[in-house]
């Protein structure tokens, strides 16, 4: 059984550049969360989508954006970037937006290098 | 306030079990307890989950007391290949991270 997909696994953009990073989540699951982790820190909430909904959203700026496809894949967009959003993006899939009582599955990750 | 404390390194041996404490004073009523382990570059796994007493699976169990404010993964027999962070969560809605636990085995 396919994982959590994420594609690209290695990106390299430049200040003031646009990125889209992509997550398939498992087959069956509906709900997609978003993380960003930089190097020493555990991963911070980014976005949860639920039934192509937001669901939840955490205390980044506006730059982040994300949606929700029909076919329940995800799509995180981040414009202007800045050398800080250089990170380990990671995409979690589950069955519910709840996390009681169900197990969220992440995938590889998309190592995102700003220059 | 962070949700939740751990210590944040542990060395152990091959062979011998681990108990990583973690307190979650301000638990909510319908938070569950849930640990995940990190390796370098990758995505967190799922290890275990819980409510409240005893939880067991085939790599771990979790020790929850009745008052909830704390949990205790244990780790038999740990190897090399169990060198990583583990991360402590209570939630009930999005998973929050703290910095975790990073974990050494050694030979």
């Known amino acids: 059984d396919a994982g959590v997909t994420q594609s690209p696994t290695h990106l390299i953009k430049t200040r003031g550049q646009h990125v889209t990073l992509r997550c398939s989540p498992i087959?069956?699951?509906?709900?997609v969360s978003w993380y960003q982790q930089v190097l020493g820190q555990g991963p911070q909430f980014i976005f949860q989508?639920?039934?192509?909904?937001?669901?939840g959203r955490g205390n980044f700026p506006d730059r982040f954006s994300a949606r929700q496809f029909p076919n329940y894949s995800s799509e995180l967009n981040v414009n202007a970037l800045l050398l800080g959003d250089s990170a380990l993006y990671l995409c979690?899939?589950?069955?519910?937006?709840?996390?009681?009582?169900?197990?969220?599955?992440f995938g590889q990750g998309t190592r995102l290098t700003v220059v | 306030l962070a949700k939740t404390t751990q210590p944040i390194s542990m060395d152990s041996y091959e062979g011998q079990e681990v108990n990583i404490t973690c307190s979650h004073n301000?638990?909510?009523?319908?938070?569950?307890i849930t640990w995940y382990q990190q390796f370098p570059s990758q995505g967190p796994r799922f290890i275990i989950q819980?409510?409240?007493t005893k939880v067991t699976n085939e790599v771990a169990s979790l020790f929850i007391p009745a008052d909830r404010k704390s949990s205790t993964l244990s780790l038999p027999r740990v190897s090399l290949s169990d060198t990583a962070v583990y991360y402590c969560?209570?939630?009930?809605?999005?998973?929050?991270f703290g910095k975790g636990t990073m974990l050494l085995v050694s030979p």
């Open positions: 979690a899939s589950s069955w519910t937006p709840g996390t009681g009582d169900t197990e969220a599955f």
């Open positions: 087959s069956g699951h509906k709900s």
């Open positions: 989508y639920y039934e192509k909904e937001e669901r």
């Open positions: 301000n638990i909510a009523t319908n938070d569950y």
């Open positions: 819980g409510y409240k």
């Open positions: 969560l209570v939630d009930d809605s999005t998973l929050t």
